[in-house]
């Protein structure tokens, strides 16, 4: 039976702005003091198909290893006005039974996520929430002619600041203004992607965005952090000015998967740190390497990449019993296991996937590449994905590839590791001083470097 929403009233709103603690971050506690990066999507939705939800991150004890949670996704908007718009109202800030994070009960708005993670970040303050957006299923259909014109990169970045960064996300039933306060941190820009004619756009919008912040920051005192999503694939990173972007960010987040999909008519990896000439798309820039050496290329500084590792993995069906079924012609998408939380063929998350060598699979790693995967020459399926061998070694390679380490690592997404948190637990680790020294020890000043 769904709760009724407790009745809003202009008295509750002050002290609901104490409980969220009513300031933001100041500029002493901008970078995390471990100088890594560990960051992890969130997704909006993540409560449809599986019981995860914020409070998980804190049972779990996840919460209290991240530095950045990214809050997936708001949407932009052309109608009525160019803004920013909360993709699903009742899921971010009015859904009344969330589980509570600190055992409190939610008293008045916002309720949802909103009302979660303002009751985790009490719980973990020096924790940064961005919000993530745009995304996949966004495509360049709003954030083009968004950034088209000075009138609408104004517009989007003023919205998307009210919105989030002064915390008015809406109104409740009533009409009473409902507020996050201090709740977000900044954002993180998903543009999927510019193409050509949006090149120099996506550059001023993002500096739009960084010129709003730096007026907010000096009013108030506080950091407020901008990062973008970026795209690993040349056809779409050659359309963003990498250096000139780069400059106005504090991080980038770098997708280190879907570099092989189940859609493909072959299997691959989704998520090899390097290439081989043993690979079908040998010098088709589909791995980690390849994207990270463009970009440091083009003037990126290391300490602003942060590599993505997948919670998930691709799966195939029909492939043959050779090679192990790698590089092998399938007939379609895996079928997606029972009781998986995505729930979609093809995919899968590691908390489903880390269980399958008892069912018949046996898992295969290929040292060239530094990537895993599962076969099942029974069932004739194939799945690529990581696992806490792979992000040991690509946590080495965060640390090594350039001096002082990339900027560290993130997850997508948060609900698809294991029960207890596993691989964002193996990252929190790696990614500290203490691993580095560990590391060195044990395999040598060389770490993961390629031997020619």
Not at 256 to 279: I, M, R
Not at 377 to 393: A, E, I, K, M
Request: hydrophobic share 40%.
């Amino acid at each position: 039976m769904t709760r009724s929403r407790p009745a809003a009233s202009a008295a509750l709103f002050v002290p609901l702005m104490a409980l969220m603690g009513g300031g933001c971050s100041s500029f002493a506690q901008g970078r995390p003091s471990e100088g890594k990066i560990l960051a992890g999507y969130f997704e909006e939705w993540n409560r449809t198909g599986s019981d995860y939800s914020v409070a998980s991150l804190e049972r779990n004890g996840v919460a209290g290893k991240l530095t950045h949670l990214l809050y997936a996704f708001a949407n932009v908007t052309l109608t009525p006005a160019i803004g920013c718009a909360i993709a699903d109202p009742k899921a971010a800030y009015q859904n009344t039974e969330v589980p509570s994070v600190s055992g409190s009960p939610y008293i008045a708005p916002p309720y949802g996520n909103f009302g979660a993670l303002i009751q985790l970040k009490r719980l973990h303050p020096n924790l940064r929430v961005l919000i993530s957006i745009g995304g996949a299923a966004a495509g360049n259909a709003t954030f083009s002619p968004a950034a088209g014109t000075a009138a609408g990169r104004q517009a989007l970045a003023a919205s998307c600041i009210d919105m989030f960064i002064r915390g008015n996300v809406g109104n409740d039933a009533a009409g009473n203004p409902i507020s996050t306060g201090s709740l977000f941190d900044g954002f993180n820009i998903d543009w999927e992607y510019p193409a050509a004619v949006d090149k120099r756009n996506f550059t001023l919008l993002v500096e739009e965005f960084r010129r709003q912040l730096n007026v907010l920051e000096q009013a108030r005192h506080c950091r407020y952090w901008l990062t973008i999503d970026s795209p690993t694939q040349a056809k779409n990173y050659a359309n963003v000015e990498l250096a000139q972007v780069a400059r106005q960010l504090d991080f980038l987040t770098l997708d280190g998967y879907d570099f092989a999909s189940s859609g493909d008519g072959k299997t691959n990896h989704a998520s090899a740190l390097y290439d081989s000439p043993e690979n079908p798309a040998f010098a088709e820039g589909l791995d980690i390497e390849s994207p990270i050496s463009a970009y440091l290329r083009a003037g990126v500084p290391g300490r602003k990449l942060v590599l993505g590792m997948p919670l998930f993995g691709q799966g195939w069906t029909g492939v043959p019993d050779v090679n192990h079924g790698l590089y092998q012609t399938a007939t379609g998408p895996a079928p997606s296991p029972a009781g998986d939380a995505i729930g979609a063929n093809g995919l899968a998350t590691y908390k489903t996937l880390s269980t399958l060598m008892a069912s018949g699979y046996t898992r295969y790693f290929d040292p060239q590449r530094i990537a895993v995967w599962l076969y099942n020459p029974t069932t004739r399926t194939f799945w690529s994905y990581d696992d806490p061998f792979t992000v040991f070694l690509k946590m080495i390679y965060t640390h090594r590839r350039v001096p002082g380490g990339l900027g560290g690592a993130f997850v997508w997404a948060l609900r698809d590791d294991d029960e207890n948190g596993n691989l964002v637990k193996t990252l929190d680790w790696l990614a500290r001083p203490e691993a580095v020294d560990a590391i060195r020890k044990v395999l040598g000043k060389r770490g993961i470097e390629r031997r020619k």
